[in-house]
Structures are given as structure tokens and as C-alpha cells.
């Protein structure tokens, strides 16, 4: 697989935030959609992989390990991405990580219609119909897993359109989802804090114990569950902060 050229400014660095997964058939938009919309995500900064990333003699099993890591799927429907075992396999793991909450999917719809995806018609229909035909009876269940997918994926709200304006629409909508996240990592942020005060006091007052235990305030032991027992209540305040 040819690497892809980073038209990005040489200062621009990816930024360290959630990762945005493509799925997509190569033979129909590597060499032009896909390489756009790459070179696009990094000029905005946005930790962006595909699987050109990989490095070689990489299998299925490193590809869903990608995708349990990133927060946002762009999935590129296009007129052969069904024809393909691994764009299906990465759909199943896309469909069921969304349906976990665990991941926001971002469907285009590029050169097919919602409807052929949906119906399995048009070019799209006949390249299922392709790898349908090898695996109906060997992998029946896998097939109708297949099938599933495509269908939870097309019933989301998607972009529909060609290269030059859909980039650009694909890349606001990965913006408007990211900015939409930050929320959620300011409270990570605040409960680890939170949990780094608990430790701390939790650590003092044994200490203060163990040094002071022999003056009388001390000799009960009783006080040396306060500090700790409120900065646990404190803990459990922040974590229900939305």
C-alpha cells in the first residue's frame, strides 16, 4: 500500500486528542478521496488513521484494535467497499462499538445512494452480492452479520456527495463531534485529581499517626479516618459532575 503524502505545514503536529478511524475500499477513493481528506484532518491537527498506517504483514485483529482506541468511524460507503472481507468485518466491529457508545459514526454515502446501501441494489448490491456468494455457505452467520451492519450503518444520518465538497464536509463534521467531547475529558481530568488528593491525605494522615501517635489527640486512631473518608465523599461528588 503507497504511503500517503502529508500536504499539512511542516510545523502543523497531529494532536493528541481522540483518534478518528476510515474505513474505506481502496480501489474506489484511496488515491483521491482518502488522500484528501488525510491531508485535510492533519492540516487541522486531527489524530487521523487508516490502515496504510499499519505496518506490513499487520492483520484484522490490529485494525479493530485501532478501532477500539478511537472515538469517532468515518465509514466510506462507496460502489465496491462491500466487496471487500476486511471493509465488512471492520463494519461489524464499527456497528457494535457504536451500539456500545463507545463510538460516534460518521457515514458518507460516496457515488451510492442511501436507498442502494440500505437495499443492497445498484453497483453496491452487486458487490455484496460478490462476496456473499463465497462465504453464504461456509459462513452463513457472518453474512447475515454483514448484512446487519450495512443496515444499522446506512440509517445513520450521513454525507452524500463527490470528492471536492465532501471533504470539507467531513472534515466540520469530525470538528463539530471533537468539539463536542471536551466535556468529558475535563472530568477525567477532575477525577484524577481528585484521586491524587484522596492518595495524598490518605498518606499524611498514616504518617501523622504513625509519628504521632503517642500525644493524646492522637492515640485513638478515630481521626485518621476523617481526612481520608472526606476527601472520598469530595471523590465521588466530582465523578457525578457531569
Known amino acids: 500500500m503507497a504511503a500517503l503524502t502529508n500536504r499539512a505545514q511542516p510545523n502543523a503536529q497531529i494532536r493528541r486528542g481522540p483518534q478518528v478511524f476510515i474505513s474505506f475500499r481502496g480501489d474506489d477513493v484511496r488515491n483521491d478521496l482518502v488522500k484528501d481528506l488525510v491531508n485535510n484532518l492533519k492540516s487541522k491537527r486531527i489524530n487521523v488513521f487508516i490502515d496504510t498506517f499499519l505496518p506490513g504483514g499487520r492483520g484484522l485483529q490490529e485494525l479493530f484494535s485501532k478501532i477500539d482506541k478511537s472515538k469517532i468511524a ?40 442511501t436507498s442502494d446501501v440500505k437495499k443492497f441494489k445498484g453497483d453496491f448490491g452487486k458487490s455484496f452480492d460478490k462476496l456473499k456468494k463465497c462465504h453464504a455457505m461456509g459462513e452463513p452467520r457472518k453474512v447475515k452479520q454483514w448484512e446487519a451492519s450495512v443496515k444499522s450503518i446506512a440509517n445513520i444520518k450521513g454525507l452524500p456527495g ?42 499524611l494522615s498514616f504518617l501523622s499517626y504513625m509519628i504521632f501517635n503517642d500525644l493524646k489527640p492522637f492515640k485513638s486512631g478515630k481521626w485518621m479516618l ?17
Not at 468529558?184 to 484524577?192: I, P
Open 74 to 113: 468515518i465509514v466510506i460507503l462507496s460502489k465496491k467497499y462491500p466487496d471487500s472481507y476486511w471493509c465488512m468485518e471492520e463494519l461489524v466491529k464499527i456497528d457494535k462499538r457504536m451500539k456500545e457508545g463507545k463510538l460516534i459514526v460518521i457515514p458518507v454515502f460516496y457515488k451510492v445512494t
Open 162 to 203: 463527490t470528492v471536492p465538497p465532501l471533504v470539507g464536509q467531513i472534515v466540520h463534521a469530525v470538528e463539530v463531534c471533537l468539539n463536542e467531547m471536551p466535556a468529558k475529558d475535563v472530568k477525567a481530568v477532575f477525577t484524577a485529581i481528585w484521586l491524587g488528593v484522596y492518595l495524598v491525605v490518605s498518606f
Open 226 to 242: 476523617g481526612f481520608p473518608t472526606m476527601a472520598a465523599i469530595l471523590l465521588s461528588i466530582a465523578y457525578c459532575i457531569d
